[in-house]
């Protein structure tokens, strides 16, 4: 019996894994450089300005429910996997799927979680505008910059 439970929850944790890491593959970006292809050939509205700060944050990971639900199905085949018989089958089919449903969740969160930059712009007209986009471009106190907007979508570019 304690053989069986190491194994289903083995099954578990591998395949928990390999569904967060389909779901970081879904990962949208929110790059300063990447574009979707919506975007891509359109016009954007380009102000010019310079860098008054730069603040590290961190961009919430997305919860579409694909994770809770992976996490579920799988949590509930290797709860009803662990014990034999009708009832004792069943109820460990509904333990797993809830605690597989709520590591579900939390793997999909934490895979998809990015690190960013919040870039607050005194824009050449006087005004100020603060950007979050995610963090894979160094920007300092001082930087000339371009920011790009158009479709919904803001970024800053050097």
Do not use: W
């Not at 809830?98 to 590591?103: F, K, L, N, Q, W």
């Not at 990015?114 to 505008?129: M, P």
């Amino acid at each position: 019996m304690l053989q069986k439970l190491q194994e289903s929850t083995s099954v578990l944790i591998l395949s928990l894994l390999l569904g967060a890491s389909l779901l970081a593959g879904c990962a949208t970006s929110q790059s300063g450089g990447s574009y979707t292809p919506a975007q891509a050939q359109r016009e954007m509205t380009v102000r010019m300005g310079v860098v008054e700060s730069v603040r590290l944050v961190t961009i919430s990971g997305t919860q579409s429910g694909a994770g809770t639900a992976t996490g579920a199905v799988i949590g509930g085949l290797a709860g009803s996997s662990v014990s034999k018989g009708d009832r004792r089958s069943a109820a460990g089919a509904v333990i797993g799927a809830v605690g597989g449903a709520v590591a579900g969740h939390m793997i999909e969160e934490g895979v998809t979680k990015k690190q960013g930059l919040e870039i607050t712009v005194r824009y050449d007209n006087g005004t100020l505008g603060a950007i979050t986009q995610e963090a894979d471009e160094q920007f300092n106190v001082g930087d000339r910059v371009r920011v790009l907007s158009g479709g919904g979508v803001t970024r800053v570019a050097h």
